[in-house]
């Protein structure tokens, strides 16, 4: 019982992410994945991203593209990173001014 109880509140918890991810304006779009960040007052420490990947949802540290919160898969996960590795200073630029602006998708080029 008690397990269901802890699954239930994370359950709750992952809802109210996903009803304010909904509002938040998309910095970049990639492989399904949205990546998005919240411009208010409010937003707290650490500076992160919050990326959304079908059902799943996660919040990311800028610094270091550690999962903070969240259930996004680990291959999302890691395309995540590797995106915010080329594109941290952008991000953090966005974070720190809060002026909104669209951030190069992520994109893989084969050379043959």
Avoid: C
């Avoid at 269901?4 to 492989?31: A, H, T, V």
């Avoid at 270091?64 to 395309?79: F, H, T």
């Amino acid at each position: 019982m008690h397990i269901n109880k802890l699954k239930e509140k994370l359950d709750i918890k992952i809802q109210k992410i996903r009803r304010r991810i909904k509002f938040m304006p998309i910095l970049s779009n990639f492989y399904g994945i949205l990546i998005k960040m919240y411009f208010q007052q409010s937003e707290h420490n650490p500076p992160h991203i919050h990326a959304i990947y079908g059902e799943y949802t996660g919040a990311i540290k800028i610094e270091n593209g550690e999962l903070i919160e969240g259930d996004l898969p680990i291959r999302a996960l890691k395309l995540v990173q590797e995106w915010l590795q080329l594109n941290k200073t952008e991000v953090l630029e966005v974070w720190n001014t809060q002026k909104f602006k669209i951030i190069h998708p992520l994109s893989f080029f084969f050379y043959g």
